[in-house]
């Protein structure tokens, strides 16, 4: 469980110090990431690359999604394809910036952390010839950073993230359209990571589901404790960015806990939707130790993938 009352959070990208906090993000990054996490992309994803190889007979165990369906149909037993190890790995992230994301009430913005989500991927991601490329959704327009490799590459792809342009209050995210952006054309097999906070009803699935199927995936869900527990400070305007709409309330006992209630129910719902998609989970606080968290995540894929062993 996240410490919370440890809370280490990324550095603001609002206070007109940009620069200095890029380097503070940057240094805090390696320097806690290094050490507790070794070897290339350890903790995101498990092993062997794509490459399409021979085909073999399917073992209990096997990943369906290796079936070689011509192979099977011909000799009428169940084959996978073997894959041969890349040396490369691509990257490509889905980065959600959407007015909800613009909203905070611990010791950074959600933006700032879902900025500081794609810095540690990169950084765990880099080296031997890898690419990380991003598409950066604000519901008014979709950023696109081709995958390049190297850090002067992902230094310059976190700053033009970091000063992406805010969309105006009222506009509505599409996280929807935003993968299906990445899902075609086809790319060649590579690990895909989608930073949101996976607020509304999950219209997304569908188009994650269609990703997994090709890419190794994994969803980086940010929160904030006030979208899951509401205070008790009297009244309060609750406003919803994405639309505009406010709402003046009195945070009684009932309201706070049917609030609780909803909140719970639907971040439940994001869960199931996203182990329907396969892809891993990972979720980040505004209030938690988040570089903690990562490695926490990171680790325990590991002894999963080892067999519980290390």
């Not at 209990?60 to 099977?72: C, F, K, L, N, Y």
């Not at 002067?152 to 209050?169: C, F, K």
């Not at 995936?217 to 979208?227: C, F, I, S």
């Amino acid at each position: 469980m996240p410490d919370h009352g440890r809370a280490v959070h990324p550095p603001s990208l609002r206070d007109g110090r940009l620069e200095a906090a890029l380097r503070t993000l940057e240094l805090t990054v390696r320097g806690r990431l290094d050490g507790l996490l070794q070897g290339n992309h350890l903790g995101l994803v498990p092993g062997p690359g794509s490459e399409a190889g021979e085909a073999r007979p399917y073992l209990a165990g096997d990943d369906v999604r290796r079936m070689d369906w011509a192979v099977t149909a011909r000799t009428t037993e169940p084959h996978v394809r073997e894959t041969i190890a890349d040396r490369e790995l691509e990257t490509w992230v889905v980065l959600d910036l959407s007015p909800s994301l613009d909203f905070g009430t611990a010791g950074c913005e959600k933006r700032d952390l879902a900025v500081a989500a794609l810095a540690a991927v990169a950084h765990l991601t880099r080296g031997g010839g890898n690419r990380i490329g991003a598409l950066v959704a604000t519901g008014e327009r979709t950023h696109r950073f081709p995958p390049r490799g190297g850090i002067g590459h992902a230094r310059t792809l976190i700053r033009q993230v970091a000063q992406t342009p805010r969309a105006a209050e009222g506009t509505r995210g599409d996280l929807t359209a935003a993968i299906e952006q990445l899902r075609r054309p086809p790319r060649r097999r590579g690990l895909a990571v989608v930073i949101s906070d996976f607020l509304g009803e999950p219209e997304w699935e569908r188009a994650l589901r269609g990703l997994s199927a090709r890419h190794d995936l994994l969803a980086v869900e940010v929160l904030d404790p006030r979208e899951l527990d509401l205070p008790d400070v009297g009244t309060v305007v609750l406003a919803d960015p994405e639309t505009g709409e406010q709402r003046e309330v009195e945070t009684t006992p009932l309201l706070r806990r049917e609030y609780a209630a909803a909140a719970s129910a639907h971040r439940d719902r994001v869960a199931t939707a996203l182990r329907r998609t396969g892809a891993a989970h990972l979720r980040l606080r505004t209030d938690s130790d988040w570089i903690a968290d990562i490695v926490r995540f990171a680790l325990t894929r590991k002894r999963a993938w080892s067999g519980g062993a290390g």
